[in-house]
């Protein structure tokens, strides 16, 4: 790893392109998304895919406390503008657009977690706070993305693997560099290996278990509120819900002594 410091800080003396290219690819795929959703004009459209190209960045650089590459350099503002209207243009041709949104946002993630990753070691940092630097700079781009457009945030919900794949991206790509594989063939194995493991993720269903011990404890709570405004409704009198019980069902639900409820509905995976 440290035999590459002195090759990772000389990628990034020369890394304009890469980084254009990576904000070109995310422009593209958040304005595609964008463009599938009603009420957002074409300014809206083009705003959200400039900020889904530069926000992986973005993050990146703020985290290692440093100006924003974004703006300190007018490319990076023409390019994904330009890149944005694209995905405007492809949005409207396409029959087919969320296969290729998808694949966008797969190449992004591999893009952004790379570039991130080894900035992150080329300023000397260690290999865990990198991963993590590159991780975050992966799905930055998909956060501002969906917060503009008021939607729940892909990173946050049960669903096919996103961070997740960032994460086996840039861990990759640390592995290799510790074994002196150069800078650029492992930053290529990166996002391959992103890529390939979302795309797979999508097609396949994969996800994380989802976190249930909160989730049937909240049914159980929406359920019993439920019931008593119902009693309410035809009785005119209120009936509170038991809350030690609850309390006592969510103690033996942490501890594994208590069995799924029949009545609860499981969540949507």
């Given at each position: ?24 690819v995310g422009s593209l795929q958040g304005a595609m998304f964008a463009a599938g959703f009603k009420r957002i004009d074409l300014l809206g459209v083009a705003m959200i895919g400039i900020f889904s190209g530069i926000g992986g960045g ?212």
């Amino acid at each position: 790893m440290r035999e590459n410091r002195e090759v990772l800080d000389e990628t990034f003396r020369i890394a304009l392109p890469i980084d254009l290219i990576a904000a070109a690819v995310g422009s593209l795929q958040g304005a595609m998304f964008a463009a599938g959703f009603k009420r957002i004009d074409l300014l809206g459209v083009a705003m959200i895919g400039i900020f889904s190209g530069i926000g992986g960045g973005f993050l990146r650089d703020i985290l290692l406390g440093i100006s924003p590459a974004a703006f300190s350099n007018n490319l990076y503002l023409i390019v994904g503008t330009l890149a944005a209207f694209l995905g405007m243009l492809l949005a409207r041709f396409l029959e087919k657009v969320d296969p290729v949104i998808t694949v966008f946002d797969a190449i992004s993630i591999g893009l952004f977690g790379a570039l991130g990753t080894t900035k992150a070691l080329s300023f000397g940092l260690p290999v865990v706070p990198s991963i993590f630097i590159g991780t975050v700079a992966a799905v930055g781009g998909g956060v501002l993305r969906d917060l503009m457009l008021n939607i729940p945030i892909a990173l946050m919900h049960v669903g096919s693997l996103y961070a997740v794949a960032g994460l086996a991206g840039v861990s990759t790509l640390v592995v290799l560099l510790s074994f002196d594989v150069p800078v650029m063939i492992a930053g290529i194995v990166c996002v391959v290996v992103t890529t390939v493991l979302r795309l797979l993720a999508v097609r396949f269903g994969w996800s994380l278990p989802e976190q249930r011990t909160l989730s049937r404890i909240q049914l159980r709570r929406q359920r019993q509120v439920q019931q008593a405004v119902e009693e309410a409704l035809a009785t005119g009198t209120i009936t509170l819900p038991d809350l030690q019980t609850l309390n006592d069902l969510a103690a033996d639900e942490a501890e594994g002594d208590i069995r799924p409820d029949p009545n609860d509905t499981p969540s949507a995976r």
